[in-house]
Antibody, heavy 123, light 110 residues
Framework: QVQLVESGGGVVQPGGSLRLSCAAS????????MHWVRQAPGKGLEWVAV????????YCADSVKGRFTISRDNSKNTLYLQMNSLRAEDTAVHYC????????????????WGKGTTVTVSS | QTVVTQEPSLSVSPGGTVTLTCGLS?????????PSWYQQTPGQAPRTLIY???TRSSGVPDRFSGSILGNKAALTITGAQADDESDYYC??????????FGGGTKLTVL
């Protein structure tokens, strides 16, 4: 079945770095855009970044621009989020989610979600 | 900076109908924003309900429907059930690859 499994979360000090991974299975990973979405404790969902099916296009929210980088390895069916210069306000559950598929109409949504991995930024 | 607005909380009686809306702090929501809707219960990952304004995601019951009402996107739940008690989020596509979530609506069924 279609599955997304995030990993790499943990506790990091302010100013530190962390790399999240999202392992995909059950579908042709290389044909889908992929997203990262996060949720701070007790807060709403926040879209973080998206990457196109082939990695050629990347977009991110202003709140993480210049600090976070989304990437993918289609040979490993894995999505990544490199997080640098972490701040307390980056503390959140980070979800990966599947986006549009190449060659089909664009609907600009997320249709499959992982269970999330928790990032805590604290000294 | 444009903000996506949702009612912070709403309530509905079991079997009743409720409409949640998704607007913009400046301007009107149209189909060109490709509004989508997500349901989330505490401690769980989001679940996709509606995309491209009014298309139900796979497995979503037809008592969930999406539309444009006036200048906002809308999610209507007809015949509300106890397990519809959740947080609901809309997402709008703002162009140039950017998506923005609304602040969410906490729906109580009582």
């Amino acid at each position: 079945q279609v599955q997304l499994v995030e990993s790499g979360g943990g506790v990091v000090q302010p100013g530190g770095s962390l790399r999240l991974s999202c392992a995909a299975s059950g579908f042709t990973f290389s044909t889908y855009a992929m997203h990262w979405v996060r949720q701070a404790p007790g807060k709403g969902l926040e879209w973080v970044a998206v990457i196109s099916y082939d990695g050629s296009l990347k977009y991110c929210a202003d709140s993480v621009k210049g600090r976070f980088t989304i990437s993918r390895d289609n040979s490993k069916n894995t999505l990544y989020l490199q997080m640098n210069s972490l701040r307390a306000e980056d503390t959140a559950v980070h979800y990966c989610a599947r986006g549009d598929t190449v060659g089909a109409a664009h609907y600009y949504y997320m249709d499959v979600w992982g269970k999330g991995t928790t990032v805590t930024v604290s000294s | 900076q444009t903000v996506v607005t949702q009612e912070p909380s709403l309530s509905v009686s079991p079997g009743g109908t409720v409409t949640l809306t998704c607007g913009l702090s400046s301007g009107s929501v149209s189909t060109g924003y490709y509004p989508s809707w997500y349901q989330q219960t505490p401690g769980q990952a989001p679940r996709t309900l509606i995309y491209s304004t009014n298309t139900r995601s796979s497995g979503v019951p037809d008592r969930f429907s999406g539309s444009i009402l006036g200048n906002k996107a809308a999610l209507t739940i007809t015949g509300a059930q106890a397990d519809d008690e959740s947080d609901y989020y809309c997402v709008l596509y703002m162009g140039s690859g950017i998506r923005v979530f609304g602040g969410g609506t906490k729906l109580t069924v009582l």
